[in-house]
Each structure stands twice: as C-alpha cells, then as structure tokens.
C-alpha cells in the first residue's frame, strides 16, 4: 500500500514540476514580445535633453556657430604679420649670343644650376580700418549664429512639445473609446433582451451594432496615429522607430503661473532671439559701411625679407656664386580706381543699414503682435476649460436620465445616441482644451524668449 501511494505520489510530483517547466518555457518566450509592445513612458525633460542631443537641426546650428568662431580667429590673425617662403631650384640651359641679323656668334659660359631662397613678413601698420572692421564684422556674425542656434532650440522645443501633447489628446482619445465600447456592449446586449421581449424594433439593433462598429474603427484609427507621432518623435530623439511613446500623463495636472502681458513684451525685448539678431545685424551692416570706406583709404605695411640667390644675378658673365641680401622697406598703397565707385558703394552700404534699422522696427511690432495673440490664446485655453468642465459634468448627467428614461421606454434610441455623442465629445474637447492651454503657455514662453 505504501509503494502504491509512493508511485502516485510521484508522478502527481513529476506532472507538478512537467507543467511547471512549460508555464516557465512559455512565459520567457512569451516576455520579449510583450516588453517590445510595452510603451516607453517619455517625460517633457528626457524629450527636452535627448531633442537637442539628436535633432539634425540643432546639430547643423552648432556647426555654423563653430564656423563662425573660426572665421573669428581667421579674422584676428590678419593683425599678425604675413610671412612668405619660396624656394627654387632649375636647370639653366646654355645661352647662345647672335648677331644683329640673328646669326649666331658663339656661347657664353654660364653656371647649369640656378637657386633662389626667400624668406619675407610683411606686418600691416595701417588698412583704413579693414582689418579692426573685420574683426568686428566676425565677431558679430558669430553672436548672429549663437542667437540662431538658441532661436532653432527654442523652435525644436515648441514643435516636440507640440508632438507630445498630440500623444496626450491621442492616449485620452483611445481611453474614450474603448470606454464607449464597453458600455456599447453593454448597452447593446440589453437592446438585444428588449428586442427578444419584443419592447422595441429591431432596427434600434441594428443602429447600436453600426456605432459600436464606428467606436471600434475610431479605436483602431487612434492607434495608428499613437504609432505614426511615435516615430516622428523616435526620428527626432534618436531613438528606435518602433518604440511606442507614452507621455507623463502628470503634466495635464501641472499648473502653470502667468504673468501680466507688458511682462512678457518687456522680457521679449530683452531676451527674444529674433531681435537680438535685428540688433546685430545693423551693427554688421555699419562694419559694411566703415569697410567701404577703407577701400578709399592708403594702405601702410612693413616688410623685411632675406634672399639667397645663385648665381649671383644682374652680372654679365653669370658668376655661379652665392648672393645673400636682406633689407626693410615701407610700402604704401593706394587703390586710385576705387574712387570712381565711391558714391554708389558707400550709398548701397549706407541703404544695407536703412535696411536693417528698418527690419528692427518691424520685428518689435511682430513682439507685440505675437505676445498679444499668444497671451490671449492662453487666456482662451485657460476659460474654454473651466467651461468644458462644467461641460462634462452636464454631459454625464444628461447621458445618465436618457439612458434610465431608454430603458424605461420613456426615450428613443435616437435621444439616448445624441446623449452618447455629446459625452463622447464632451471628453475629447476637454482633453484638448488641457493641452493646448500647455501648448499655449509654451508659445507665450517662446515669443517672450524665455523657452
């Protein structure tokens, strides 16, 4: 009796432990596919950080910005003296004397090996301004590619915020109907007892089927989007193209303070990249004038140069000996044919500065037109949300009263379909009042130089 109970006893074991392996085998084969569809939760400081780390855009502005602090120094070594080497090395052939009717006379002896070693700096004493122009010109243009790039960040910045919150309408959208589709269900199982009772008609079946359908349609659809945002932020963020974003729903919960709108146009004057740029590029376009006019100016340089030559030229026979010689000399320049385009030159670079004195006052007037439509959106968001709040809290009521007057036969289908809709909508535009108050608010901070 006791190996009968042993046996069974075992193999009751052996089957325990068997199932046990398969449950295991399964679940590990079955784990990589379910981390791949698991969503990859994004924060609004991770998109942030691996935006400006990744995004092409930003890459090529901060190659611009490096190649315009080389251009800086380029400019800077200009003051420095310029030296010059030069070598040579030939082979002189035998020369040949002819008479005045060219007929030949005889050779002269002549060394068959000639060498010429130069060494010469000339250092610039006065350019007219060009090269203190110069430099300022670069150093200018260098401050207009780091407000480019701070500009294209805070550009990159709006636009992936602006993806993100599109994830937010599209998660909230997807949870809104797979709600409606369970209660379509529902609602639709008990049509389908009333229709058994004979209470109402079938085509109010037939019409629950064909919205539960377009619920499902809607789901899938919303789906497919979630996917598509993914990748166009994935791109971005150098992350795998497949991955699923999840956004920190926390944020629709995050409260933002705002300032008075002359805040934001005070700070926008301060701070905001585009007018900076205006600035700069007037005092680029002054450099141009003070440049112009240098190419009316002399120009001053010393230079000093040592030469080694052989044979020792200016000497008839050629003696095939070393010449070395040094000296120092001023020389002094003037570019007489400049003056004929004096007047026209100096009026276009003096239109260029008209120009952009001009562009400065056009973009304040963009300021305070941008802050003020921005500022007052955000004020929009802020009251569409209040009201869509009170909105939802309606909608829900009135659903439910349809719904009960439905069942009760006090209602048709039609009614209770409207009350569905309106819920359904209700939601949806609540949700996207929360995110485009964020959005909003992002915009304010971007027109005010503060993103």
Do not use: C
Not at 190 to 198: A, C, F, T, V, W
Not at 201 to 226: A, F, G, H, P, Q
Not at 258 to 275: F, G, K, R
């Amino acid at each position: 009796m006791y190996r009968i109970y042993a046996g069974v006893y075992t193999d009751y074991k052996r089957k325990v432990v068997k199932r046990s392996l398969i449950i295991i085998i399964a679940f590990f084969s079955v784990l990589p596919l379910l981390i791949a569809q698991s969503p990859y939760r994004l924060t609004v400081e991770e998109l942030f950080e691996r935006g400006m780390q990744n995004s092409i855009a930003i890459q090529q502005s901060v190659i611009k910005a490096h190649i315009s602090e080389d251009k800086l120094g380029l400019a800077k070594k200009k003051q420095l003296p310029d030296i010059y080497v030069s070598g040579l090395l030939g082979y002189v052939g035998t020369p040949t004397i002819l008479d005045k009717d060219l007929s030949f006379l005889k050779h002269s002896e002549a060394p068959d090996w000639k060498q010429n070693y130069q060494i010469s700096a000339t250092q610039p004493i006065y350019q007219g301004g060009r090269i203190s122009n110069g430099i300022e010109k670069a150093r200018l243009e260098k401050e207009v590619a780091e407000l480019g790039l701070q500009k294209d960040k805070a550009e990159l910045k709006l636009w992936l915020i602006g993806k993100y919150l599109d994830l937010f309408n599209l998660y909230k959208s997807r949870d809104v109907y797979a709600q409606n589709i369970e209660e379509a269900k529902v609602r639709l199982k008990d049509i389908e007892k009333m229709k058994e009772q004979g209470m109402i008609t079938t085509n109010d079946v037939l019409r629950s089927k064909l919205l539960l359908t377009n619920y499902e349609l809607s789901y899938k659809e919303t789906e497919n989007d979630i996917s598509l945002v993914s990748q166009q932020l994935n791109i971005v963020l150098g992350l795998d193209e497949s991955l699923v974003l999840e956004p920190d729903m926390d944020l629709l919960a995050s409260r933002t303070n705002t300032l008075p709108e002359s805040d934001y146009i005070y700070q926008a004057y301060l701070q905001y990249p585009d007018l900076k740029m205006a600035e700069r590029n007037i005092d680029i376009a002054r450099s141009n004038l003070k440049l112009t006019k240098a190419d009316y100016l002399p120009t001053l340089s010393l230079q000093a140069s040592n030469t080694l030559a052989r044979p020792i030229p200016n000497i008839s026979p050629a003696q095939d000996l070393f010449l070395n010689a040094w000296g120092v000399s001023l020389n002094l320049s003037y570019h007489i044919s400049a003056l004929f385009d004096k007047k026209r030159n100096t009026n276009v670079a003096r239109q260029q500065v008209s120009l952009q004195e001009l562009a400065q006052l056009q973009q304040k007037q963009n300021i305070r037109t941008n802050v003020k439509s921005a500022y007052v959106k955000h004020q929009e968001a802020l009251d569409r949300i209040n009201a869509l709040n009170e909105s939802l809290v309606q909608a829900k009521e009135n659903y439910r009263i349809v719904k009960n007057k439905y069942f009760n036969q006090l209602a048709i289908l039609t009614d209770l379909l409207d009350a569905n809709s309106v819920l359904l909508t209700a939601e949806l535009q609540l949700t996207s009042a929360k995110t485009k108050a964020i959005y909003t608010y992002y915009q304010l901070q971007k027109v005010s130089g503060n993103l």
